[in-house]
């Protein structure tokens, strides 16, 4: 029975990819490689005798060492950041702590690192523009890194919000402050996400402005008017204006 060329020419690469295959298993795979498992068995030896540099944040609350800032760390924000995340290797400052220092954080490079803006973090993450905060000064001026509450409450939206109000302030409501739409707790720039600023609830609150016969505050006296009982009753206004770019659609 003659094989078809087409069957011996696919052959070809299958043999060559089996025997390499079995070639890299015998001469590249390192000896004690799958004995315990999908990995190298002798890195963990290995591995268990590289000099151990930190020492873990249960190290620092012992009695008679950082206790009571222990306490305070964990009664705070930073409560889920380890210490040597800040304060780096902690290993040998635990052995010999007289005369071993761990490093502070003096610089404004660390914080930056969690805090500088940037749109994909978390809605009231505290965030801040690095260039334009309090510069020269070294972040812990300011605030404790073992309880980092603002200095003071943001007066200002921007530090989280910085997209809506950049999209405010090239429109028609860039006058506005963000108060007129939104009630806003103090507590709101401490604790964001349990103190959330309320939201106008119907077409009423536009209408303050917008309906015909209404004089609205001296940053809107040329705002648009309408008929609220005829222009779409059965739609709210942000149905078809984005509230903070409010050009008509």
Same mark, same amino acid.
């Given at each position: 029975m003659r094989i078809p060329g087409?069957?011996?020419?696919?052959?070809?690469?299958?043999?060559v990819v089996i025997g390499g295959f079995l070639f890299a298993r015998s001469r590249l795979v390192p000896p004690t490689f799958g004995d315990i498992g999908h990995y190298r068995a002798a890195a963990l030896g290995e591995i268990a005798a590289l000099p151990i540099h930190y020492a873990g944040a249960d190290s620092c609350a012992v009695a008679d060492c950082h206790e009571d800032v222990m306490?305070?760390?964990?009664a705070g924000y930073h409560r889920g950041v380890s210490c040597e995340v +800040?304060?780096?290797?902690?290993a040998d400052h635990v052995k010999d702590p007289e005369n071993v220092k761990v490093k502070k954080p003096k610089s404004r490079t660390l914080c930056p690192v969690c805090h500088t803006y940037l749109l994909a973090r978390p809605t009231g993450f505290p965030q801040i523009i690095l260039e334009s905060h309090n510069m020269p000064k070294s972040c812990i001026k300011c605030h404790d890194p073992h309880d980092p509450?603002?200095?003071?409450?943001?007066?200002?939206?921007?530090? +989280?919000?910085?997209?809506?109000?950049?999209?405010?302030?090239?429109?028609?409501?860039?006058?506005l402050k963000c108060t007129t739409c939104h009630q806003t707790p103090t507590a709101h720039f401490l604790e964001p996400r349990k103190n959330r600023p309320s939201k106008p609830?119907?077409?009423?609150?536009?209408?303050?402005c917008h309906a015909e016969g209404t004089k609205p505050p001296d940053a809107l006296?040329?705002?648009?008017?309408? @008929?609220?009982?005829?222009?779409?009753?059965?739609? @709210? +206004?942000?149905?078809?204006?984005?509230?903070?770019?409010?050009?008509?659609?």
């Open positions: 087409q069957v011996l020419r696919l052959s070809v690469p299958v043999v306490e305070t760390k964990m +800040c304060h780096g290797p902690a509450v603002p200095s003071e409450a943001p007066s200002e939206c921007s530090g +989280c919000h910085r997209t809506i109000v950049s999209l405010k302030m090239v429109s028609k409501h860039s006058d609830a119907d077409r009423d609150f536009c209408g303050k006296e040329d705002a648009p008017k309408l @008929n609220m009982a005829t222009h779409y009753p059965k739609s @709210n +206004c942000w149905q078809c204006h984005f509230p903070h770019q409010p050009e008509a659609r």
